[in-house]
């Protein structure tokens, strides 16, 4: 738009310039042409002839002082080019390309853009207007319109069809109502497999060995459920979703002494032990604090060292999920601060294979 004017207000001195002086401004302006002409011409005496956008400006302006009958023998170019480069400074008079940039609504920060999708992934069952209604909540004010935008170009789509929520969600969500059972097998001297019957309570990370055996039948199985189930007594409404795999050894029986408290039964999927990943940890940590450091003999001594180990476990180890505390804990003990009075008892646990620490009274 500043060429434009430019161009104009050129335009308009040279013609002031010829009423004033009232002289044969075309001669004058044809000589001024010329030697426009030869000035470019010794520019570019190596290649062919280019016009630069000042030249092409300079040769619109004094076109109009020269008659255009005697454009094509003034000017080196055709009358038709002259005209084109006229209307080209004109119409950058028009042009409001910057302007058009420059104005409008800001464009939506790209920080807020990433608080929006944040809230859509957490939260599967909010709409673009609740979304907006948080925002506000936070100090974003924001149209309902632009956050469906933002969504929409993300892929996420409505809250009615978005996905719900991941396993490890639902897993998550549901952690106090959830008890997840799994069979592992114990290596014998002899080189028997001895096989248990693990439950893991998600929610307080109470371990339960229900029992071990060289045969684990159907029958077995369901009689350590019966086992579970008076062990755990009022705690067992507590309770909503049994979490195991798809192993034969669950019957319908098995299945059924859950149903009859209102457990719903999950089933993972074949080969996924990450479906079960808290029962497989507790498994692992068993097998490298105790199982692969022990020899067991049979079947009694295999039971003897499981359930030192589950008192062990419910009663003294830290978990990070608790904030290292016990499953049978619920509060820290008071700090020490006189560290030097104090002296730290050790109990050993299976002949010192694991130990546990205590100040003395």
């Keep these: 738009m500043i060429v434009s004017l430019l161009y104009q207000v050129t335009r308009k001195l040279l013609s002031a310039t010829a009423v004033l002086l009232r002289r044969d401004t075309a001669r004058d302006a044809e000589l001024l042409v010329l030697r426009h002409e030869n000035a470019v011409l010794r520019r570019q005496l190596k290649g062919p002839v280019r016009y630069e956008p000042a030249d092409r400006f300079w040769f619109a302006a004094l076109s109009a002082l020269i008659p255009r009958r005697r454009w094509r023998e003034v000017f080196p170019v055709t009358p038709g080019t002259l005209l084109a480069w006229h209307r080209r400074f004109i119409a950058a008079k028009w042009d409001y390309t910057e302007r058009r940039d420059r104005t409008g609504r800001p464009p939506t920060k790209a920080v807020l853009k990433k608080l929006i999708l944040q809230l859509a992934r957490e939260n599967a069952r909010w709409g673009h207007r609740r979304i907006q209604g948080e925002l506000a909540r936070l100090g974003h004010p924001i149209a309902a319109s632009t956050v469906w935008e933002i969504l929409n170009a993300a892929g996420i789509d409505p809250a009615p069809r978005r996905s719900g929520p991941t396993w490890r969600e639902f897993l998550t969500a549901q952690a106090e109502g959830i008890i997840a059972a799994d069979f592992l097998h114990v290596d014998a001297v002899l080189g028997r497999w001895l096989y248990a019957l693990a439950f893991l309570e998600h929610g307080t990370r109470r371990l339960h060995i229900t029992g071990v055996t060289a045969h684990p039948t159907r029958q077995w199985a369901v009689q350590r459920a019966r086992n579970l189930a008076a062990d755990l007594g009022i705690r067992f409404g507590s309770l909503r979703f049994l979490l195991r795999d798809r192993d034969g050894k669950y019957s319908r029986a098995f299945d059924a ?79 020490v601060h006189d560290l030097d009075a104090r002296r730290v008892l050790r109990t050993r646990v299976l002949g010192g294979v694991v130990n546990e620490y205590r100040y003395a009274a």
């Design 257 to 335: 002494v859950f149903e009859a408290e209102d457990v719903e039964i999950l089933k993972s999927a074949p080969r996924a032990p990450r479906m079960n990943a808290h029962c497989e940890r507790v498994i692992g940590s068993l097998r490298r604090e105790v199982l692969d450091h022990v020899l067991v003999l049979n079947e009694f001594h295999a039971q003897r060292v499981l359930a030192a180990y589950q008192r062990h476990y419910n009663g003294h180890r830290p978990h990070q999920a608790r904030n290292q505390l016990p499953p049978d804990a619920h509060d820290h003990p008071v700090a």
